[in-house]
């Protein structure tokens, strides 16, 4: 079966097909398909009630001293924008509880949410202090705000049904000279390769997109975005790692007693592997800066 990449054009062909293994909400088996050209891999089957994939209870909202540390531990995020963008208005797209909004609000910035949950927009304003506009769509959003000095997209690009609309309006809001972070899984990663269809980061179906760097790279150059510098070994990076086996070997178990042994094996297996994953283009997951053009 060949399908076309909504990325390049390209053939793509059918790669790898997955059960909702993470969240089990569907027993359904979703299909995957991988551009020959780019190396996009994309869901050729989305369901059209993706928010039945996001329970209510998808995320727990923090109380203000548990976000205060939970910012602390994360601190590294917010040197990516810090590292191109010193201050200014900054946006960014699924803030969910608002981990990476509080650092970016602390480091000095106006800080503005698109996040598709309600719940989390009211705890981004009166927890977080924090502007939030509730949408599922940033591409409509974007152009109804003020430019950006920096845009941000922790673990967002792959959850959406058209990435590439918002990478698009992204770049429109963004102000010469500024920065757009993305982080995303690594559909090169080792542990795909070794896992294949139970890789946890495929998380079918609410991953719809998985972009390689150089095709991510690439798309952004069309829209006026250079490469200022990406990571495949910061410390989120290793905890995805660390992740992929973890959540690989509870997805296996059912019985709670097991569950602990579980992840002292998933534990055992990601310290096996780290040299390997923390080598250029294997781990789960990169974050790369861009920073557009002069006018």
Not at 45 to 55: E, T
Not at 79 to 103: C, D, K, N, Q, Y
């Amino acid at each position: 079966m060949t399908a076309i990449c909504s990325n390049c054009g390209g053939a793509a062909v059918h790669s790898h097909a997955a059960r909702d293994m993470n969240q089990k909400r569907s027993a359904d088996l979703y299909r995957y398909a991988r551009c020959g050209s780019c190396g996009l891999v994309f869901l050729l089957d989305v369901p059209s009630d993706l928010g039945h994939f996001y329970p209510a209870d998808y995320y727990t909202l923090p109380s203000k001293d548990r976000m205060r540390k939970a910012a602390h531990r994360t601190s590294y995020e917010i040197g990516f924008i810090l590292r191109h963008v010193s201050s200014g208005r900054l946006t960014e797209v699924g803030p969910a509880l608002g981990t990476f909004a509080w650092l970016a609000r602390s480091s000095g910035f106006d800080v503005t949410g698109i996040e598709m949950d309600a719940r989390c927009c009211e705890h981004l304003r009166d927890v977080v202090g924090v502007n939030a506009v509730n949408s599922a769509q940033p591409e409509a959003i974007f152009p109804t705000l003020p430019p950006s000095d920096a845009i941000a997209m922790w673990h967002v690009l792959e959850h959406l049904v058209d990435p590439f609309e918002t990478l698009t309006a992204a770049a429109a809001n963004l102000k010469s000279g500024g920065a757009l972070l993305i982080a995303t899984p690594n559909p090169e990663a080792l542990g795909f390769r070794l896992m294949g269809s139970s890789w946890p980061h495929l998380d079918a179906p609410r991953h719809l997109h998985l972009f390689p760097l150089e095709a991510l790279v690439e798309r952004c150059r069309t829209l006026g975005l250079g490469l200022a510098e990406a990571s495949f070994d910061d410390p989120g990076a290793r905890s995805w790692n660390r992740f992929s086996w973890q959540r690989l070997m509870l997805n296996r178990v059912h019985r709670r007693p097991a569950r602990m042994a579980a992840l002292l094996l998933g534990g055992a297996l990601a310290a096996a592997t780290n040299p390997l994953d923390r080598r250029a283009h294997n781990s789960s997951a990169y974050t790369a800066v861009f920073v557009k053009d002069g006018p």
